[in-house]
């Protein structure tokens, strides 16, 4: 018992130096934190020299800074702070040259599944198969063979007077 009430402030001690739990093992919530522009080779791509900024906002979405100091350059930047994981961020610039695109500074950026799968919690998105290989097709049972009997109109038969009046 003494040893047990010995034990407790020491374990409060502890806690007290580890700001993200209390006793070791309660741990407050921490949201995600994403900011910006998901950026994807996709979309860079589709961004060439000659576009307008018009195109490039259908493109890439609003800038998350429109300096007004240096009108020719947009920059997107997206950024994502999650407990326990390394944060992400990636930057693009734009620059334009009298509302046409001029260059575009990119680095490496991740594609759209690859993205995807940085930004989800769960680690196994291996994507469904859609479509079966001919050693599957061969493998599955023949459906029986049924006769399609013809089939005859059901319900009465009626005449009707022609459309135009006779006269």
Not at 68 to 79: E, K, L, S, V
Request: charge should be neutral; include cysteine.
């Amino acid at each position: 018992m003494a040893l047990g009430a010995l034990a407790l402030p020491l374990a409060g001690c502890e806690s007290l130096q580890r700001t993200d739990s209390l006793l070791g093992f309660i741990t407050p919530y921490r949201i995600d934190i994403v900011q910006g522009n998901a950026i994807t080779r996709e979309q860079v791509a589709l961004i060439k020299p000659g576009l307008s900024r018009l195109q490039v906002r259908d493109i890439m979405g609003t800038p998350l800074i429109a300096d007004p100091f240096h009108a020719g350059r947009w920059d997107y930047i997206f950024t994502l702070r999650r407990p326990g994981a390394q944060p992400q961020r990636r930057s693009v610039v734009v620059t334009f040259d009298s509302d046409v695109v001029k260059a575009i500074e990119a680095p490496e950026l991740p594609s759209e599944r690859d993205f995807v799968a940085s930004i989800s919690r769960f680690k196994d998105l291996r994507a469904p198969k859609l479509e079966l290989s001919e050693e599957e097709r061969a493998a599955l049972p023949m459906p029986p063979k049924r006769e399609a009997a013809p089939v005859e109109p059901v319900g009465p038969v009626r005449d009707y007077p022609p459309l135009e009046a006779a006269s």
